[in-house]
């Protein structure tokens, strides 16, 4: 579980707890931590993995993924995204961030596959500030 203090000296040394209060961080954590177990009970987590592998047409794949789940019907990939907005405006902007990061997601899969033989079976991005997740595609 989160700790409200560890955060709180978390964001003074960054110099954004003015900006970000500690027991809001911690809500957030404990909501996205509630719906990843809700999804992938007792599945094993892994968090900031670098991923290089051959991707489609000669291309090659490198990045980090921010969370991948080891479920037993495949991967599941979660990207996190800051978000913060409301209303129609941030239906908006959900749509442009799936177009946007969605692909990445799909590229990442395509790179697990090749790496390991399994598939993905579900790419997400989470914004942690809204509490929600959107299907990555």
């Known amino acids: 579980r989160a700790d409200p203090t560890e955060i709180g000296q978390i964001l003074r040394a ?3 707890d003015g900006a970000l209060d500690a027991q809001t961080v911690v809500a957030q954590i404990e909501a996205f931590r509630v719906w990843r177990e809700s999804k992938w009970p007792g599945c094993r987590v ?3 993995v670098p991923i290089e592998a051959d991707g489609p047409q000669g ?3 490198r990045g980090n993924i921010d969370l991948l789940i080891d479920a037993p019907d495949g991967w599941g990939l979660i990207d ?3 978000s913060s907005g409301d209303g129609e405006a941030e239906r908006s902007l959900h749509s442009s961030l799936v177009g946007t990061y969605g692909p990445q997601l799909a590229l990442y ?3 697990l596959q090749s790496a390991t033989g ?3 079976a579900e790419r997400w991005l989470y914004l942690p500030v809204r509490g929600e997740a959107l299907r990555g595609g």
Do not use: L, N, P
């Open 109 to 111: 899969g395509y790179g």
């Open 14 to 16: 960054w110099g954004i």
């Open 80 to 82: 996190h995204k800051a």
């Open 46 to 48: 892994r968090v900031e």
């Open 59 to 61: 291309t090659r794949i």
């Open 118 to 120: 399994r598939q993905t």
